[in-house]
């Protein structure tokens, strides 16, 4: 089965600066889900992504899928309180099936 | 975007009772949704697939008889917890899709005395 691994597991930063969250799985991603949660709250979409080499963004936050599709990035740029969260992502490992397979999560906290 | 909503936002019962969480596509209608379980600092685990008009298919090692699944209509599945007991508190998510990608809704979490 689709194994999705995330690091780091949580990231502490200061108000304005930059990171990185990425996502790897064991397997061919078909659709690549970057999703946000709040701790004991619902998931709030942020971007999918299906083609190898592809890069979305919204806001601040930018997502990439790599060429060889088997593994994504998150970056967020000039990060503010507000995008303090956990962040998941979430693969489609049988193209199409709308089935998804979650990585455990990036907490991430921002000192304003 | 879409709206998927869950009715209660959380429940407290007593070990031995059945549950009911309510999940609702409020703007379009889903022939196929999603349940998932989500234990603490832990990932969301798929548990079931809810389909309209006919039987949910479980993923394995999920008792089906133990989550009662209905799909009564194309905006409305529920989940049954039957028998609850203390290690079936949890956190339970749905999701389902308009036909764009997935959203889930708010969950709802329970907690079995």
């Known amino acids: 089965s689709q194994e999705l691994e995330q690091s780091p597991q949580s990231l502490i930063v200061q108000e304005g600066k930059n990171l990185t969250i990425n996502c790897t799985s064991s397997?061919?991603?078909?659709?690549l889900y970057w999703y946000k949660q709040k701790y004991g709250e619902g998931l709030i979409f942020l971007m999918m992504?299906?083609?190898?080499?592809e890069e979305k963004s919204h806001e601040k936050i930018t997502a990439k899928l790599d060429e060889k599709k088997q593994q994504s990035s998150l970056h967020i740029t000039a990060s503010q309180p507000s995008h303090a969260g956990i962040y998941l992502c979430?693969?489609?490992?049988?193209?199409?099936?709308?089935?998804?397979?979650f990585g455990k999560g990036t907490k991430l906290t921002v000192n304003p | 975007g879409a709206v998927v909503s869950q009715h209660p936002s959380w429940v407290i019962c007593k070990s031995g009772t059945s549950v009911k969480i309510e999940c609702r596509s409020l703007d379009f209608q889903a022939t196929t949704m999603f349940w998932y379980r989500q234990f603490p600092k832990q990932s969301l685990m798929l548990m079931a697939t809810?389909?309209?008009?006919?039987?949910?298919?479980?993923e394995q090692g999920v008792e089906k008889d133990k989550f009662l699944i209905n799909h009564a209509s194309l905006t409305l599945s529920t989940l049954t917890v039957t028998s609850a007991h203390p290690e079936d508190s949890s956190f339970y998510i749905c999701?389902?899709?308009?036909?764009?990608?997935?959203?889930f809704g708010p969950g709802t979490r329970l907690t079995v005395l």
């Open positions: 992504l299906q083609k190898g080499g």
């Open positions: 397997k061919t991603l078909y659709g």
């Open positions: 809810s389909n309209e008009g006919s039987k949910a298919t479980y």
């Open positions: 999701s389902a899709n308009p036909g764009d990608t997935q959203y």
């Open positions: 979430g693969a489609d490992n049988q193209g199409g099936s709308e089935k998804l397979v």
